[in-house]
């Protein structure tokens, strides 16, 4: 992102400068006060809305040549948003419905990622069956049957309980390391952003721009005994000093 803003039609500025550069296969959180313009960016970088100046440049493409290319860019929203009279396979195969690829193969891999986030034992049962974590698993299984480059999250987890969160967060972190794609996070926890991140970007309150890109230098694979060290500690206070604007 190169000098991008966004101004909505009833003349609110959501995002102001914001200049961002991110490698392939990292792993960056978002962290800002509410309405900081967490979420436009996501919309502006997946292609759902359109940015006011400035360049977005997503794998040498635009936003929606990007999206256009379905293996290319996928969203998780903070609601599992799962269609109820669908099953956890039908809903996870979703993405794939209307492409060229033999049945077979969609099933398969429809199994291969409900084993990743571990419900291949659910793949008949409909949403009211599953509890929220569930839920959440199956539509980041959904997001993963493409198997696209970069992965959006929207405050996957805002809405679970902290084991069900905690929990989580370490599958996600083991996907991310097996399947080596860029995954672009959104959280208001800073211990979650922490835990997951190889970088987290502080926004200023809106219109938001991008206070400070922290390094996360704490190795991988992360188990969840790194709360506690020292170092994460430090590199919570960091974040959170660069939060008080």
């Known amino acids: 992102m190169n000098r991008v803003n966004k101004m909505y039609a009833n003349g609110k500025v959501a995002v102001k400068d914001v200049n961002l550069t991110i490698q392939q296969g990292e792993f960056v959180s978002f962290v800002g006060p509410s309405g900081c313009g967490k979420s436009t960016i996501f919309k502006m970088i997946s292609g759902l809305i359109d940015q006011t100046s400035g360049h977005v440049d997503i794998l040498g ?4 040549d990007a999206q256009k290319e379905s293996t290319d860019v996928a969203f998780v929203f903070q609601d599992a948003t799962l269609l109820p009279w669908r099953s956890v396979i039908d809903n996870v195969m979703l993405p794939l419905e209307f492409r060229n690829i ?16 571990g419900l291949k034992e659910y793949t008949k049962a409909l949403p009211r069956e599953l509890s ?16 696209p480059k970069l992965l959006l999250m929207d405050e996957p987890f805002g809405a679970l309980d902290e084991i069900t969160r905690q929990n989580l967060q370490s599958e996600l972190l ?58 994460f500690s430090s590199i919570v206070a960091n974040v959170s000093h660069d939060l008080k604007f």
Do not use: C
């Open 132 to 147: 929220g974590g569930m839920k959440m698993r199956v539509s980041i299984a959904r997001a993963l049957i493409a198997k």
């Open 102 to 117: 033999a049945h077979s193969e969609k099933k398969e891999r429809a199994y291969k990622v409900l084993e990743m986030v």
């Open 174 to 231: 083991r996907i991310w390391e097996n399947e080596k794609m860029t995954v672009l996070f959104i959280t208001h926890n800073v211990f979650e952003a922490v835990y997951l991140s190889t970088k987290i970007a502080v926004m200023t309150p809106s219109p938001g721009k991008i206070e400070s890109m922290v390094e996360v230098n704490l190795p991988f694979p992360r188990k969840a005994e790194i709360r506690t060290d020292p170092q």
């Open 61 to 64: 493409k635009t936003p929606r």
